[in-house]
Structures are given as structure tokens and as C-alpha cells.
């Protein structure tokens, strides 16, 4: 059996491309489209992943249409030549609904890893949902993290029988990279007081854009709390993000500003920080595998189990509960400690496993894994 497996960001898929290549079965075929170059580099030295194909779409400051147009055209003489069996995609990027489109065009089936994520509003977060949303209309088969996500596909009358409920495959890879010995110090790093808290950044939504000067006077608030907490924000290179980033937060006391981290560097800050305020969607999941509450700056999830657990909270975009949210995990004990020891619902390392297995049952005629998370209470 031949898998081909497409993603832009490494991370999650990784601990699938490794579970394939470790079954004697099955040829992985990897392909990436270079999106983000620096970030993919890093994560495939760190995965030890050699791709057989690279579109290398990346162009500055593209719009979504030409990432659409370029995967497109680029998948297609690629799945002419793998003809694989079936075409691995995850979760809701543009070029994951882009690589889906081009193998459905090739009539070729895809799985879709971290299926049926949903908000209630196609615009939130923008453009992720409607891509997700997109990606599971086409997908054959679905590797959803959660009992949740599987209901939202059973609402939209997937079969029940191409649903396999997995965890999440983010978890397998942080818990692996987090045990490693060799965990490189995050630069800028030494600029911090390891005695005073740390909050660990990341902001880079396209929603968020038009809040930035509000979410970075939130943080010049944060740091002058009586506590002296610590600001740590790897900032991403859009030019809607970091010159405001740097124009607003530049040399204040207790904001180190650095540049965008490789994925070992954010386990590591993560590991050691007190509590993480993002707008992105793996670091919901990944942080309360280490215990560090999480602070999520967007109006809608598409992760509410975390809500429900009680690992996660929304704060929204807005200065005002933004600070007011961070001085409580701060100050407050009694509600760190909630939100830290409260179960993380999203996985327990061995998604990548239970995928490989299912594929196997259904492409070859296996035996079908034990789901994760069977008979969870609903949130």
C-alpha cells in the first residue's frame, strides 16, 4: 500500500509519516509545499523526514488564491507520477484543502488527519474553517481527534463507518519532542529572570490583524503587574504583526521580542513558562500536555473540549479581557491550578497508530484499532 501524505507544517504529521514507514505494509510518499521554508526545514531535520517531492510554493506576503493556485498545479504532475493509494491531508490550511481538491481531481481518495473541527461561524477563524470545512466534503475517510469533532462529521452526514476517532497527532508529537534530552534553549531566553512568571506568546491570525495595537498595549499591562511577569513572543514575520509588535512592545522591560522559534525551541518555552496566551490552534491542544493553562485570543474555538475540560479560556482579541484573564493566573492560585491539573482532552500519543491501523484495516483487510476517547462524556 502506498500513502501519500501532504502538509505544510511538519509537526503533525510527522508522528504519521514515521508510524507508516514502520509498517512493512506500507510506502510513504511525502510531499511538502514549503509554505513557511524556514519553519519546514527545522521540523523536518527534527523529524529526520526526507520528502520525495517539494512544490516550494512559498512567495512573499501571497494571497490565498495564489497558494491555491500554485498547489493545484503543482499536485497535479506529482499524483500522476505516486499514484498512491490514498492521499493523507491535515487539518485546515489552505494548501491541505488545495492538496485534497488536486487528488479528488486525480480520483484518488483522501484522509483527512484532524477531522471535523468546527466553529458555528464559516468566518472564524478566517480562512481555516470554511478549508476544513472544504477538506471534509472531499475526504473518504476521516482521523477526527475527538468524540466531538466526530459528531460535527455525523451531523454533516458523513458515514459513521469512514470515522475513526484517533486524538490528535499534535499530542504524539509534543510529547515525543518534549521527552527529548536535547532540547535547545530558546533564544532571547537568557534575557528572562527564571524567578519571575513567563508567559509564552504567539499572534498571527488574519482576523486578529486589525487588533494587534490592542492585543500589544495588553501586554505592556501584563508586565507591569506588581508580580513583574515576563513576556516571551516569538514574533511572526507578518508585516501586519511585527512592526507593530516592535513599534509598541520594542525595548520595554520584561518583553523579549525574538524571532519566529523553531518547533523544538516553542516546546521548550512552553515547558517552561507559567501559561500561554495564542490565537493558534495547535497550541490549545499542545500546552495542557504540560500542565500550562491556556489563554486563547480569538472569539470562537473550534476546540471546545478544551473549554469544557477547562484547559482553555476565551479571552477574544480585546486588551481589557486579555489583561484581566492573565492578572488571575497570576495572582490567583486557586485558578491556575484549575486549569493546569484539569484533563487535557485531546490525545494520549498514540494517534498516529491508531491511523495507520484503521487505513490498514480498510485498504487491506486488518483489524480495525480501539478508538480513542470511546464512551467520553459529551462537553
Known sequence: MTVF???????KMAPVVRALAAHPQIEPVVCVTAQHREMLDDLLALFSIEPHYDLDVMTADQTLTQITTRVLEGMEPVLVRARPDVVLVHGDTTTST?????????????????????????????????????????????????QLAKRHLLQENVRSEDIIVTGNTVIDAFLA???????PRPPGWERLDPERPIVAVTAHRRENHPHMVEICEAMRAIVELPVHPQIYWPVHPSPHVRPVAH???????????????????????????????????GLQEEAPCL??????????????????????????????????????????????D?????????????????????????LRGGSYPAPFGEGEAAP
Not at 5 to 11: A, E, N
Not at 117 to 145: C, K, Q
Not at 177 to 183: E, F, I, K, Q, S
Open 177 to 183: 519532542t518534549a521527552r527529548r534530552t536535547d532540547l
Open 247 to 281: 513599534r509598541l512592545l520594542g525595548g520595554v522591560p520584561g518583553v523579549v521580542l525574538v524571532e519566529p522559534v523553531n518547533y523544538a525551541e516553542m516546546v521548550a518555552a512552553v515547558a517552561s513558562c507559567s501559561f500561554v496566551l495564542t490565537d493558534s490552534g
Open 291 to 336: 500542565a500550562k493553562p491556556v489563554l486563547v485570543m480569538r472569539e470562537e474555538t473550534e476546540r471546545p473540549e478544551g473549554l469544557g475540560a477547562g484547559t482553555l479560556e476565551l479571552v477574544g482579541p480585546h486588551g481589557p479581557r486579555i489583561f484581566e484573564a492573565a492578572r488571575r493566573l497570576l495572582t490567583d492560585r486557586a485558578a491556575y
Open 5 to 11: 501524505g501532504t502538509r505544510p507544517d511538519t509537526i
Open 98 to 146: 488545495s492538496a485534497a481538491l488536486a487528488s479528488f481531481y486525480a480520483h484518488l481518495p483522501v484522509g483527512h488527519v484532524e477531522a471535523g473541527l468546527r466553529t458555528s461561524d464559516r468566518w472564524l477563524p478566517f480562512p481555516e474553517e470554511m478549508n476544513r470545512r472544504l477538506t471534509g466534503a472531499i475526504a473518504s475517510y476521516h482521523f477526527s481527534p475527538t
Open 338 to 362: 484549575r486549569m493546569a491539573q484539569a484533563h487535557n482532552p485531546y490525545g494520549d500519543g498514540r494517534a498516529a497508530q491508531r491511523i495507520v491501523a484503521w487505513l490498514l484495516a480498510r
